[in-house]
C-alpha cells in the first residue's frame, strides 16, 4: 500500500471507546467519499522513484481515478512512452485530510498494483521524529507483504512477541537501518502482488494505541476472517481477531513518543530506493533495467492500480 500505513494510509474525529479493544467508527468511507477524505500530493517522490505525482485534476483529465458504486480505482498511466529526459510516469500519491493516534483502520482492498518496477503502499505517516507505520508495501510483484514500522532512535522490538508474521528486523532506528526499520514478512503468499490480485485480494487492518501497534490480514475467500470485518457495523472489537499477522509493542520503545498523530498516504511509484535497486529489481527476475523498463513499457502498468472496496475508521 504504500496501503506504505509511507503504512504511506488517516481522520481525526476522536470518539471514546467502550473498552480497551472496542472501537466506534467514525468514518465509513467508500465512493466519492473516500476520495472526498483526501487530499491529491503532486510532490516531488521522497524515495527517488521515476514517478511523476500529478494532481487530482490531472489524474481525473488522465483517466487515473475513476468511481463505481462504491469502489474507487487509483492508477498509474499505461499508454505513454516516457523520454528518459522528460518527468516519470503519471502516478497518485494521496494523503488524507484527517490524522490519527490511538485508532483501527480497515482497509477492504479488492486489487493493489503490480508490475515490475512497481512499489505501492499503504502507510501512517509523519515521518521520521513521529514516526511511520507501513502497512502495505512490496515492489516488483515479490510476495509477501512487508509491514514495517519506522522511528528515530532508541527503539527495538523483542525477538519473541505474539505474532504469525516472521520478523526480518529488530532496529526500527531509520538512521541505523538505512531506513528500513523494523519489518514483518506477512506468512502468506497471497498478501501481495499478483498472487493477492488472484483470490480477490482481502482486508488489511490496523489497530494502533499507546502500548502496541498490530496489523492484520485476511485473505477474501478466508473462512477466519472477523464478522465485524466482513460486515462492518458501528464497532469492532478487535479482542476477537486473534493473532495479529504483525505485533509492534512497546517493550523497548516508547510508542507514545516515538510515534505522533499519523496522516493514512496510498501511493504507488516506480523503481525508486527500493524497487530500482539493482541487486533487488535482477533478483525479481524482471527484465532489462528498471528505469528504461518503466520508461519504453507502459503497457506493462495496465494492472498497476488499487481497487478499494472500502475504508473503515474506528476511534
Given at each position: 500500500m504504500v496501503i506504505r500505513l509511507v503504512t504511506s494510509v488517516v481522520i481525526a474525529i476522536f470518539a471514546s471507546t467502550v473498552?480497551?479493544?472496542?472501537?466506534?467508527?467514525?468514518?465509513k468511507l467508500v465512493g466519492q467519499g473516500f476520495l472526498?477524505?483526501?487530499?491529491?500530493?503532486?510532490?516531488?517522490d521522497p524515495t527517488h522513484g521515476r514517478v511523476n505525482y500529478v494532481t487530482q485534476a490531472t489524474a481525473q483529465a488522465g483517466g487515473l481515478v475513476s468511481v463505481s458504486g462504491n469502489q474507487?480505482?487509483?492508477?498509474?498511466?499505461?499508454?505513454?512512452?516516457?523520454?528518459?529526459?522528460?518527468?516519470?510516469r503519471n502516478?497518485?500519491?494521496?494523503?488524507?485530510?484527517?490524522?490519527?493516534?490511538?485508532?483501527?483502520?480497515?482497509?477492504?482492498?479488492?486489487?493493489?498494483?503490480?508490475?515490475c518496477g512497481t512499489w505501492p503502499a499503504v502507510f501512517g505517516e509523519n515521518w521520521p521524529n513521529q514516526g511511520e507505520v507501513d502497512i502495505v508495501e512490496g515492489?516488483?510483484?515479490?510476495?509477501?507483504?512487508?509491514?514495517?514500522?519506522?522511528?528515530?532512535?532508541?527503539?527495538?522490538?523483542?525477538?519473541?512477541?505474539?505474532?504469525?508474521?516472521?520478523?526480518?528486523?529488530?532496529?526500527?532506528?531509520?538512521?541505523?537501518?538505512?531506513?528500513s526499520g523494523c519489518g514483518v514478512d506477512i506468512n502468506d503468499n497471497n498478501s501481495f502482488g499478483p498472487p493477492f490480485n488472484g483470490i480477490g485480494g482481502g482486508w488489511y487492518a490496523i489497530e494502533r494505541t499507546s502500548s502496541f501497534v498490530k496489523i492484520f490480514f485476511w485473505e477474501?475467500?478466508?473462512?477466519?476472517?472477523?464478522?465485524?470485518?466482513?460486515?462492518?457495523?458501528?464497532?469492532?472489537?478487535?479482542?476477537?481477531?486473534g493473532t495479529p499477522a504483525v505485533y509492534f509493542p512497546n517493550t523497548n520503545c516508547d510508542l507514545s513518543t516515538h510515534l505522533g498523530s499519523?496522516?493514512?498516504?496510498?501511493?504507488l511509484t516506480f523503481c525508486g530506493d527500493w524497487a530500482g535497486n539493482s541487486a533487488v529489481y535482477s533478483a525479481s527476475g524482471c527484465p532489462s533495467d528498471c528505469i528504461d523498463y518503466v520508461d519504453q513499457n507502459p503497457g506493462a502498468f495496465s494492472d498497476a492500480y488499487?481497487?478499494?472496496?472500502s475504508l473503515n475508521i474506528y476511534e
Open positions: 473498552s480497551a479493544d472496542t472501537y466506534s467508527l467514525s468514518s472526498n477524505a483526501f487530499s491529491w500530493q503532486a510532490i516531488t474507487v480505482t487509483l492508477r498509474a498511466d499505461s499508454t505513454t512512452v516516457l523520454s528518459s529526459s522528460g518527468p516519470g502516478s497518485f500519491r494521496i494523503q488524507s485530510n484527517a490524522q490519527y493516534t490511538t485508532h483501527v483502520a480497515v482497509f477492504d482492498i479488492a486489487h493493489m498494483p503490480q508490475g515492489v516488483n510483484n515479490q510476495s509477501p507483504n512487508l509491514s514495517s514500522l519506522h522511528t528515530n532512535a532508541n527503539c527495538t522490538m523483542p525477538a519473541s512477541r505474539s505474532m504469525t508474521g516472521t520478523s526480518v528486523g529488530m532496529n526500527c532506528d531509520v538512521y541505523e537501518t538505512n531506513n477474501r475467500g478466508s473462512s477466519s476472517v472477523p464478522t465485524d470485518v466482513r460486515y462492518p457495523t458501528s464497532f469492532v472489537i478487535t479482542d476477537g481477531w499519523h496522516n493514512i498516504i496510498i501511493n488499487f481497487t478499494f472496496n
